[in-house]
Each structure stands twice: as structure tokens, then as C-alpha cells.
């Protein structure tokens, strides 16, 4: 079982910015897709980020532009920059490790490991 550790949420303001990191001690981690999603309540999770193992990155449309994905020099961490938050990005974001082809890696149910997740409030 691969186990995905997120942290650096928080409580901040419109306009500012979080970085957050998912880090596992799995060997294998870099042989995974790996993926942001984010759950607000009452909300289905929905995908934020992906970034596959060539490092090609993917984002949904409401992030674009301001939310950046990487794999960090620190072997077995992902971050997730966002910046110029919204209120609408308040939820707990979750980080995934999915072996789907490229056409699923959207869907959440494609994701073989998950984070605890970590709480991510933007107040306005």
C-alpha cells in the first residue's frame, strides 16, 4: 500500500498563495501519475492537477493560470503552487497516485492511493 502524506494547507486570504507538498516513502513514486483533487463539502472531488511521469502537466480549467503542479528536487514530492486564491478553491485537497492512461487521469476513480488531505480555507 503506497501511503501519500499531504501538508502546507491553511487559512488565507483572496489574492494570496499556498504551496502545497505530498510526499510517500515509495519507492516506486516516480513511476506513478500523480494528481490534485479537492473535495468541498457537499461537493464531489474533482481534479485540480496531474503531472505524468515524461512531467507533462495537466490542469483543470478553473486552476489554469494560476495553480502549478511539479515533482520536487526532494525525491518523492509533489507540490501543488497555488496562487492568486479564490474563496471558490476552499477545500480539502487531496493528493493521488493513479497508472491510468492519459484520457482518465480526470477521473478520480482511477486513483489506486490517496492522502489524508489537507485543509485548504480562502477567506474573502
Known amino acids: 500500500q503506497v501511503q501519500l502524506v499531504e501538508s502546507g494547507g491553511g487559512l488565507v486570504q483572496a489574492g494570496d498563495s499556498l504551496r502545497l507538498s505530498c510526499t510517500t516513502s515509495?519507492?516506486?513514486?516516480?513511476?506513478?501519475?500523480m494528481g490534485w483533487f479537492r473535495q468541498a463539502p457537499g461537493k464531489e472531488r474533482e481534479f485540480v492537477a496531474a503531472?505524468?511521469?515524461?512531467?507533462?502537466?495537466y490542469y483543470a480549467d478553473s486552476v489554469k493560470g494560476r495553480f502549478t503542479i511539479s515533482r520536487g528536487n526532494v525525491r518523492n514530492t509533489i507540490y501543488l503552487q497555488m496562487d492568486t486564491l479564490k474563496p471558490e478553491d476552499t477545500a480539502v485537497y487531496y493528493c493521488?497516485?493513479?497508472?491510468?492512461?492519459?484520457?482518465?487521469?480526470?477521473?478520480?476513480?482511477?486513483?489506486?492511493?490517496w492522502g489524508q488531505g489537507t485543509q485548504v480555507t480562502i477567506s474573502s
Open positions: 493521488g497516485a493513479s497508472r491510468a492512461v492519459l484520457s482518465a487521469i480526470r477521473d478520480p476513480r482511477m486513483y489506486l492511493h
Open positions: 515509495e519507492s516506486s513514486f516516480g513511476t506513478y501519475t
Open positions: 503531472i505524468r511521469t515524461s512531467s507533462h502537466t
